[in-house]
């Protein structure tokens, strides 16, 4: 039997809650199978740490989670006790970045059990594929002056590299999927990297004839997820876009709390880290009715990428089944609380 180890950061509100829920739903699935199994170590890490120490992680943090297999991750944040930009940069972005965990992928469907808000949704279902490391989100500019005279400057990197990575990424996704990309652009409005972007999309999907290959640009694309979601099969962006359009998928499944995510290092040299879309919640910490089901999804696609995707298949049908039986948590209109959720989900791996 195959056992796999796995740093686990419960981080802070909500996180304490649902990873050991997780947790639960994913041993029992990893012995119904048999083939495998989790050995999980936790740290402390997070906002309280932080208080406790002034780190959000110690010195030798990443060194320890080079050990392990993969990293499950709970939610990050506390901003009445920790400001957003330090808890952030502290552990969750030092982690994606020192980990080169440069793609990001988060899917979106329309789950059986759980009504859209959208009118019609058409049995939508999507991945989005993220460049996670550079782009947008690049760490370069600063802030010069004082007053009026102020400047705040933001550059935003894309390498050939790091693009060519994620959309290459992307079409091998769509070969095992339903054979369509869409690539996220503003090629119209941001006149360097997105036209680049769009060169760089041109060129890999020149490699993949037999794909259907479509660009949109990003404020359409965001109205088309509205309107038509189920047009789409993988969608690929640079970190900012990709950041919007995923929050904007788990909005048209019924909530944010259910959506997952994972943190992929895809040449293997470093653990990848899986993680839900939701944060910390602390307006509901502690009272017993926080969603697991986002941090339960994610831990599916955590055996999926360990290469059990049948396995994660029964995870996600345990979940729609619980949900056509109507145990869904109050931000899905249910009465159910946490520990009921994740019984149910139990009782349907079964």
């Given at each position: 039997?195959k056992?796999?180890?796995i740093?686990?950061?419960?981080?802070d509100?909500?996180?304490k809650?649902v990873?050991p829920?997780?947790?639960?739903?994913l041993?029992k699935?990893?012995?119904?199978?048999g083939?495998?199994?989790f050995e999980?170590?936790?740290f402390?890490?997070g906002?309280?740490y932080?208080?406790?120490?002034g780190k959000?992680m110690?010195d030798?943090?990443?060194?320890?989670?080079?050990?392990?297999d993969?990293i499950f991750l709970g939610?990050v944040g506390?901003p009445?006790?920790v400001p957003?930009?330090i808890s952030?940069?502290g552990?969750?972005?030092?982690i994606?970045r020192?980990?080169?965990q440069?793609?990001n992928?988060?899917p979106?469907?329309?789950?059986?059990?759980?009504?859209s808000?959208?009118?019609q949704?058409?049995?939508?279902?999507f991945i989005?594929?993220?460049e996670?490391s550079?782009?947008?989100y690049a760490?370069?500019?600063g802030?010069?002056?004082?007053?009026?005279?102020?400047?705040?400057?933001?550059n935003?990197?894309f390498?050939?590299?790091?693009?060519?990575r994620?959309?290459?990424?992307?079409f091998e996704?769509?070969?095992?999927?339903?054979?369509?990309?869409?690539s996220?652009?503003?090629?119209?409005?941001?006149?360097?990297?997105?036209?680049?972007?769009?060169?760089?999309?041109?060129?890999?999907?020149?490699?993949y004839?037999?794909?259907?290959?479509?660009?949109?640009?990003?404020?359409?694309?965001a109205?088309?997820l509205?309107?038509?979601p189920?047009?789409?099969?993988?969608?690929v962006?640079?970190?900012?876009?990709?950041?919007?359009?995923?929050?904007?998928?788990?909005?048209i499944?019924g909530?944010?709390?259910?959506?997952?995510a994972?943190n992929?290092?895809?040449?293997?040299q470093?653990?990848?880290?899986?993680?839900?879309v939701?944060?910390s919640?602390?307006?509901?910490?502690?009272?017993?009715i926080?969603?697991?089901?986002g941090?339960?999804?994610?831990?599916?696609m955590?055996?999926?990428?360990?290469g059990?995707?049948?396995?994660g298949?029964?995870?996600?049908?345990?979940i729609?089944?619980a949900?056509?039986?109507g145990?869904?948590?109050p931000?899905l209109?249910?009465t159910?609380?946490?520990r009921e959720?994740?019984?149910a989900?139990l009782?349907?791996?079964t």
């Open positions: 039997m056992t796999y180890r740093a686990v950061i419960p981080g509100g909500i996180g809650e990873v829920a997780a947790i639960e739903v041993n699935a990893a012995a119904l199978d083939r495998f199994q999980w170590t936790t402390p890490w906002c309280d932080y208080i406790e120490t959000m110690p030798d943090g990443i060194e320890l989670l080079k050990q392990y993969q939610a506390m009445e006790l957003d930009h952030l940069w552990l969750l972005i030092k994606r020192e980990m080169q440069s793609i992928i988060r979106a469907k329309l789950l059986q059990g759980l009504p808000p959208l009118r949704p058409h049995h939508f279902d989005v594929v993220r996670n550079e782009g947008e760490d370069i500019g802030r010069l002056h004082s007053g009026q005279e102020e400047v705040a400057i933001q935003a990197v390498t050939r590299k790091g693009t060519e994620a959309i290459r990424y992307a996704l769509a070969q095992s999927r339903r054979q369509h990309i869409t996220a652009t503003k090629s119209n409005g941001i006149t360097h990297s997105m036209p680049f972007w769009d060169e760089v999309f041109a060129q890999i999907g020149k490699e004839p037999a794909i259907a290959q479509t660009s949109n640009h990003i404020d359409a694309l109205a088309f509205v309107m038509k189920e047009s789409f099969d993988v969608i962006a640079s970190n900012l876009f990709g950041d919007i359009l995923t929050d904007l998928g788990g909005a499944m909530s944010i709390g259910i959506a997952p994972a992929l290092n895809i040449e293997g470093y653990p990848s880290m899986f993680e839900p939701h944060g919640a602390p307006d509901i910490a502690g009272q017993g926080a969603n697991p089901i941090q339960i999804w994610t831990g599916k955590m055996i999926d990428f360990l059990y995707p049948e396995v298949t029964q995870i996600l049908n345990a729609e089944t949900f056509a039986q145990i869904k948590t931000d209109g249910g159910a609380t946490l959720v994740t019984d989900v009782h349907e791996l």
